[in-house]
């Protein structure tokens, strides 16, 4: 497995996750996670009178998935410190229960924190199973250095 630390992140570089199926059970289990029971998101009679025709994934539903998403990327599964900002986050079309969505990250920028802390920008796609962007926004995240004497990542 490579491990990308700071040093080895480059801008422009992108990554694509596996595919997830969104099951009606996800969205209940979002629902009761967050206290959000609004009946577009856990009653299909009343969600058939929208303009979706059936129950939708909460917003905040899709952050997550991209994020969780995110964990998959292997690279980063052991230099990937923490998340320090969500932005310019945009909810471009629902989710639905049997969706396959998948994401694709972009690193946007680099640089060090005042502190020395390496601070990666990148730029979350999830997608649907035809290819349209559901979801998308910029994030922050905090990369270790390489150790000393360690060498770069082999690719």
């Known amino acids: 497995m490579v491990?990308?630390?700071f040093e080895d992140v480059s801008i422009?570089?992108?990554?694509?996750?596996p595919a997830r199926v969104i099951s009606d059970r996800d969205i209940a289990?979002?629902?009761?996670?967050?206290?959000?029971?609004?009946?577009?998101?856990?009653?299909?009679?009343?969600?058939?009178?929208t303009e979706f025709g059936q129950v939708i994934a909460h917003g905040p539903f899709g952050i997550?998935?991209?994020i969780g998403l995110f964990g998959t990327i292997e690279a980063f599964r052991d230099t990937a410190v923490l998340?320090?900002?969500i932005e310019q986050w945009k909810f471009r079309a629902p989710?639905?229960?049997?969706?396959t969505i998948h994401m694709t990250m972009e690193i946007i920028d680099k640089s060090l924190s005042r502190s020395g802390r390496g601070l990666v920008r990148r730029k979350f796609r999830l997608l649907n199973g035809d290819g349209m962007v559901v979801q998308e926004g910029v994030s922050e995240m905090v990369?270790?250095?390489r150790p000393a004497g360690a060498g770069p990542a082999q690719l």
Do not use: C, K, N, Q
């Open 3 to 5: 491990r990308l630390f």
């Open 12 to 17: 422009g570089a992108t990554f694509e996750t």
């Open 29 to 49: 289990l979002f629902s009761d996670v967050s206290g959000d029971h609004h009946p577009i998101h856990s009653d299909p009679v009343y969600a058939a009178t």
């Open 64 to 66: 997550a998935m991209a």
């Open 83 to 85: 998340m320090t900002t």
């Open 95 to 99: 989710i639905f229960a049997g969706d």
């Open 143 to 145: 990369v270790l250095h």
